[in-house]
């Protein structure tokens, strides 16, 4: 069932929204979570709205939550830097429970990344005071309702890095 | 080119129990003529946000009327947003931008293409359901009943009089913000 590249089935991560009711995603695809595309534009419980820049990702988020939309961010990291402003004056500001699925590129779990994105990521969050939680393989997934728990528990927002090692 | 004071309440009196977005310089006229500022969502910072926020707002809530007043030089730094908008053709949405050609609250320097891009053209190729631009008031005046009524999105350029922002930084710090309003409203549409 796994993708063999990531051993992360995109069916898993579907499945956890629909446990936490998960009505809206905005994206913008990347190379670390392109995956999971087709399964989340076909299911017809999800909406998926895509979007140009990934800044526009939380201010959208923040309309949809405030209409009553349960709803996912999903960035790669690199669009994560990008959005810093909104992270700060909406996402912070505002406490919102808000779930940002990261695609975590130039992640290695065995190694040294050679990759400047991957090395700023956790920093990055760190400087934020942003939780966060690692997920490469469908064993991982429940980490998604953990971190959604969070961040309502919390009136935070609340990261998933989506890690996929690179050969 | 209009007086923007004028243009918001020219705004005010056809918004209806509308939720009104307001940015940046037009943020703080807005507080001046809103007669519900328990509909308003005034977003001072983030600049470029208004219309993502109004966006959101407007697909989950498609029986509510969002009306977004917006800069050019807010625009301009997520202009992206024209896309994003005309993708999802919200028929609920409508984007006013208030195009004066300066960083207002800046210093009024002006802005990259300042009076050369056409904002209403912008909107049209990136797939609003109208567009339209507007000089002078009564023009404005004249339209405004009929283009609040369509179905959107509706993008609408106003050519505003420069006209420099001379708040304080404590003056700006004291402006409506999101951070009261966004909780409230909440509670609105959970109830």
Redesign the interface.
């Known amino acids: 069932m796994s993708d063999n590249a990531t051993g992360l089935d995109p069916r898993s991560i579907l499945k956890e929204f629909k446990l936490n009711k998960i009505s809206?995603l905005?994206w913008l695809p990347d190379s670390e979570t392109n995956f999971m595309y087709q399964v989340m534009t076909s299911d017809k419980d999800l909406?998926v709205?895509?979007?140009?820049?990934e800044?526009?990702t939380?201010?959208?988020?923040?309309?949809?939550?405030?209409?009553?939309?349960r709803?996912v961010v999903l960035v790669q990291n690199t669009g994560l830097f990008e959005s810093g402003?909104?992270i700060?004056?909406?996402a912070l500001?505002?406490k919102l429970p808000l779930l940002l699925m990261i695609g975590y590129r130039g992640w290695v779990r065995h190694g040294i990344t050679k990759d400047s994105a991957a090395f700023y990521t956790e920093h990055f969050l760190h400087s934020w005071g942003i939780d966060y939680y690692l997920i490469e393989s469908d064993s991982d997934a429940h980490l998604i309702s953990h971190a959604l728990s969070i961040a309502e528990a919390n009136s935070k927002p609340v990261a998933v890095l989506l890690g996929r090692e690179y050969s | 080119m209009i007086n923007p004071l004028e243009a918001l309440k020219i705004i005010e009196s056809h918004r209806g129990s509308s939720v009104v977005v307001p940015t940046m310089q037009s943020n703080r006229r807005w507080s001046l003529v809103s007669s519900r500022p328990d509909l308003d969502?005034p977003l001072t910072?983030?600049?470029?946000?208004?219309s993502?926020?109004?966006?959101?707002?407007?697909?989950?809530?498609p029986k509510?009327k969002v009306i977004i007043i917006d800069g050019d030089g807010s625009l301009l730094m997520?202009l992206?947003?024209l896309?994003?908008i005309g993708?999802?053709a919200p028929a609920n949405l409508i984007h006013i931008s208030f195009d004066n050609g300066v960083y207002a609250t800046t210093g009024s320097q002006p802005v990259p293409g300042s009076h050369k891009v056409d904002f209403a053209a912008c909107a049209k190729s990136s797939g609003y359901r109208s567009s339209h631009q507007f000089e002078h008031l009564e023009d404005f005046i004249s339209s405004i009943e009929d283009l609040f009524a369509e179905e959107g999105p509706v993008f609408i350029n106003l050519k505003i009089q420069e006209d420099l922002d001379d708040l304080s930084a404590d003056e700006r710090m004291a402006m409506p913000s999101?951070?009261k309003n966004?909780?409230v409203?909440?509670d609105l549409?959970?109830s």
């Open positions: 809206h905005v909406t709205v895509p979007v140009c820049r800044a526009e939380i201010a959208i988020a923040a309309g949809l939550q405030l209409g009553g939309k709803t402003d909104s700060r004056g909406i500001d505002l | 969502l910072g983030c600049m470029g946000k208004a993502s926020l109004g966006l959101g707002l407007a697909l989950a809530q509510t997520n992206g947003t896309v994003t993708e999802q999101l951070v966004y909780p409203m909440k549409f959970a």
